[in-house]
C-alpha cells in the first residue's frame, strides 16, 4: 500500500522515534508547530476516525494513555497541552492514515482558523 504513515512504521522511511509498541507508532513531526508535535498512529492501516468501527475501541483507548505517557515525558503534562485528529478534506486531514497531533510547549491558540 503507498500510504506514507505505513513506510515510516516499516522504518522504509526514516523518523525520529519516540515511543512504540505492538499497536502504536509515535514519531516527531517533520515541520512542528509547536516546541513538542508529536504524531501517534495505530500500526494498523484505518483511514480516519471515519473508518473506526467497534473492533478498534481498545486501539483507540490505548492511543490516548500514550498520548498521556508522551506528555509527561515531554514535561508538558503540567502545562497542557492539545490532542487531535484530523478527518477528510475539511478537516484538513492530508495523510490518510489515522493519526493523532499531540501539541504542546507553547500557549495554544483557540478556536482553530
Ligand atoms: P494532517 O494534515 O494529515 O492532519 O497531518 C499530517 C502531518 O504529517 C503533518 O503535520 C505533516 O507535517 C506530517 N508529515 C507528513 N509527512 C511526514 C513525514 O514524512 N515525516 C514526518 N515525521 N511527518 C510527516
Ligand atoms: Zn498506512
Known amino acids: 500500500m503507498d500510504c506514507i504513515f505505513c513506510k515510516i512504521i516499516n522504518g522504509d522511511i526514516p523518523s525520529t522515534k519516540v515511543y512504540e509498541d505492538e499497536l ?4 516527531r513531526d517533520i515541520n512542528p508547530e509547536a516546541p513538542v ?19 478498534h475501541h481498545t486501539l483507540i483507548g490505548h492511543i490516548h494513555s500514550v498520548a ?6 515531554n514535561d508538558i503534562s503540567q502545562s497542557g497541552y492539545r490532542l487531535l485528529t484530523n478527518i477528510g478534506k475539511d478537516g484538513g486531514q492530508s495523510v490518510f492514515h489515522l ?4 501539541l504542546g510547549g507553547r ?7
Open 24 to 27: 502504536v507508532y509515535a514519531f
Open 37 to 55: 508535535h508529536v504524531l501517534i498512529v495505530p500500526k494498523l492501516h484505518i483511514e480516519s476516525v471515519a473508518h473506526i468501527d467497534d473492533s
Open 68 to 73: 498521556k505517557q508522551i506528555a509527561e515525558e
Open 99 to 102: 493519526h493523532y497531533h499531540l
Open 107 to 113: 500557549q495554544l491558540k483557540w478556536p482553530p482558523g
